[in-house]
């Protein structure tokens, strides 16, 4: 058996921990420089508000409805998910974290156990120990147990927990799922399986394996063979380790001089580098792009970008910093306004198993040692509290961000005060 344990509307959930009075009230929360919707309380939900609705389109309901409006805070959503993640695998041997406020639970080896029970003890624990409302779908496989989730939201929203045991219950809840929801499923072989009839999971479970293969491929019948309750997608309890990591964002208002964008860049880069380091590996390619907006006809529009080989893969900061930099020597041109810039290291490499350039005159050794002691002080004491010089402090490129609320968990400075 397998268990998906979502947290319900997560961005708002969090945002409700350290408000109480947000309870019962419309909460949305928005994307970057404050763009569009990309959380939504049951209450915002319930006055017709969509995903990716712009922010400028609700103002009226926001007024009308007294709606609490919210810009991203992800410092505060990566810690609470960091603490719901380590709540949930002390419940089971094995899980893999599928997204930041969903994972995947393998109750294979609780025998004798009352899953059930064991998906309301789940529940009650996250919340009493975090404020966060969880949702529990258990079931024979990880397609099921994602329908048992969706199917225990709509049907059994008081307790929150839904246990596919028998054949009866797993019908139950593949009949109630349209194929457009079965995870796995996209627009275009959701019209495919509709145009041929197949309407419900219920209906694609019961379909011939050969017309599967044909029309969705080795895929679609894996996806089969998990409908009927046979495990085909095995479980990643480890991340692997990622084979590109880009750190790219638009600014919070225009930029054109150098300086800023210099300042944007290095600290891109630095964020890239932390994750390799973070899963001990390395990047032998760095790729730095700059863009205008495109939507503003009124301006001069220029798009580059560049990719430059390093001598020796490395993840040490100061070294892809100076890298990073010369790209942008290369490409900058004055008189944009510049709307994004990014970047991205590639052909990432363990670093046990990096080839040394014959001339390297880089003390390695140290510079790790080095970049060891920084990672832990930041850690420790907060991100970023140690920056090399080109970073800069000012960031005059950050994101907008006009509803953004403290970040209670991540900073000495913004710690929850309570009066008595």
Not at 20 to 39: F, H, Q, T, Y
Not at 104 to 114: A, I, R, S
Not at 119 to 145: C, D, Q, S, W, Y
Not at 264 to 289: D, G, P
């Amino acid at each position: 058996m397998y268990a998906l344990v979502d947290c319900n509307n997560f961005y708002c959930s969090c945002e409700r921990v350290f408000n109480p009075k947000l309870e019962n009230r419309p909460v949305v929360v928005l994307s970057n420089n404050d763009g569009c919707a990309i959380a939504r309380s049951e209450e915002a939900k319930a006055l017709g508000i969509v995903m990716g609705t712009p922010e400028f389109m609700i103002r009226e309901q926001v007024l009308e409805h007294g709606i609490a409006i919210f810009s991203s805070n992800y410092p505060l959503y990566g810690d609470l998910s960091d603490r719901v993640m380590k709540t949930l695998v002390s419940f089971v041997p094995r899980m893999e974290i599928y997204s930041i406020d969903e994972a995947f639970l393998d109750m294979h080896d609780l025998y004798n156990q009352d899953l059930l029970a064991l998906g309301v003890e789940i529940r009650r624990t996250v919340r009493r120990h975090l404020g966060i409302p969880v949702t529990v779908g258990i079931a024979p496989t990880k397609t099921l147990a994602k329908m048992a989730n969706r199917y225990a939201k709509k049907k059994h929203r008081d307790t929150g927990v839904f246990w596919a045991a028998s054949d009866e219950l797993i019908d139950q809840v593949l009949a109630a799922t349209e194929v457009v929801d079965i995870w796995g499923i996209g627009a275009q072989y959701a019209k495919l399986l509709r145009i041929n009839g197949f309407k419900t999971a219920k209906d694609l479970r019961d379909a011939p394996d050969e017309w599967i293969r044909q029309k969705m491929s080795v895929v679609g019948l894996r996806l089969l063979h998990e409908l009927r309750g046979r495990p085909s997608i095995a479980c990643a309890f480890t991340a692997p380790a990622k084979k590109n990591i880009c750190t790219s964002r638009s600014f919070g208002k225009l930029i054109s001089d150098y300086k800023t964008l210099s300042e944007a860049v290095s600290n891109y880069t630095a964020a890239c580098a932390l994750k390799l380091r973070q899963q001990q590996s390395c990047a032998k390619e760095l790729h730095v792009f700059l863009q205008t907006n495109p939507h503003r006809v009124q301006d001069q529009q220029y798009m580059r970008s560049i990719t430059l080989q390093l001598e020796t893969a490395s993840s040490m900061t100061n070294e892809l910093i100076r890298y990073a930099l010369k790209a942008l020597d290369i490409i900058y041109q004055p008189g944009f306004n510049f709307m994004k810039c990014g970047v991205m290291v590639q052909d990432i490499k363990p670093e046990d198993a990096i080839q040394h350039a014959l001339f390297d005159s880089v003390d390695r050794s140290k510079n790790k040692t080095v970049m060891h002691a920084l990672d832990k002080v930041n850690k420790a004491l907060g991100k970023d509290l140690v920056r090399f010089a080109a970073q800069g402090f000012e960031k005059k490129y950050r994101l907008r961000a006009g509803y953004l609320s403290k970040r209670y968990t991540t900073n000495m400075n913004e710690l929850l005060t309570i009066k008595i």
